[in-house]
């Protein structure tokens, strides 16, 4: 995994297949990244500051598979992603993990300008003890972008009585022609699972830590090389 320091810059050049593991630290760290004509990049970042701004510029033909876990007691991460290439497609995918009093702010904006593009965004919150979290999502498709196709998903999972997950989708939609939709809940975990899990042999604790690993697992499946979806996990079950 590589450092960063509070400006960091991703090309990936035409044509190329490129995979970045970053980690970033502090706060007012800025991510750029550009990708050339045809090129894909997977891009995993843990940030472990206070603040990171993340922006992807695309290329015609581009494609960028993002995933970020913000870890800390108060951070913020802020995603803009303006797609105005043809054929152009990103996935954004965010964790948050929440523990004792910590709170995080998370805000992924994504602009589809041109015809024939493609978005989809996720957010998966996990939140323990008294912890927070504020999620503001927006994907805006532009008059001119015909026939592209959108989605956004929030998910909260609550360990307890005392966290608090506040959630604001949003799609902008000017275009009469395109594939565009969303979905959010925020839920705590079951008793009825609790009580299962533990009949099976783990106490209360060791059973909503199994909830909370397989609440992760639509994540992995979105990762298609065993690599990646292994150094996704191991970041997760790191801060678990």
Do not use: W
Request: with cysteine.
């Amino acid at each position: 995994m590589r450092l960063m320091g509070a400006m960091e810059k991703i090309i990936c050049q035409a044509g190329k297949n490129q995979a970045t593991i970053l980690e970033t630290r502090g706060d007012k760290n800025v991510v750029e990244v550009s990708l050339g004509e045809g090129a894909k990049l997977f891009l995993l970042n843990l940030a472990n500051g206070s603040g990171t701004q993340l922006n992807i510029h695309f290329a015609k033909d581009s494609q960028a598979k993002i995933f970020f876990v913000q870890a800390g007691q108060a951070s913020a991460y802020g995603v803009d992603a303006v797609l105005a290439a043809e054929g152009a497609s990103a996935e954004v995918h965010g964790v948050f993990i929440g523990k004792g009093d910590g709170n995080g702010n998370t805000s992924m904006n994504v602009v589809l300008r041109v015809p024939h593009t493609k978005s989809a965004v996720s957010m998966h919150r996990l939140l323990k003890g008294s912890s927070a979290s504020n999620f503001h999502g927006t994907i805006k498709i532009t008059k001119a972008a015909q026939n592209s196709d959108s989605f956004l998903e929030d998910r909260a999972l609550m360990v307890g009585d005392m966290a608090k997950a506040f959630s604001v989708p949003s799609l902008v939609i000017d275009a009469n022609d395109v594939k565009a939709g969303h979905s959010a809940s925020i839920g705590s975990i079951d008793p009825a699972q609790l009580f299962y899990l533990q009949t099976r042999g783990p106490d209360a604790a060791g059973a909503a830590q199994l909830i909370a690993e397989g609440f992760f697992q639509p994540l992995f499946a979105k990762i298609e090389k065993e690599e990646h979806r292994n150094q996704l996990r191991r970041v997760i079950e790191g801060i678990l």
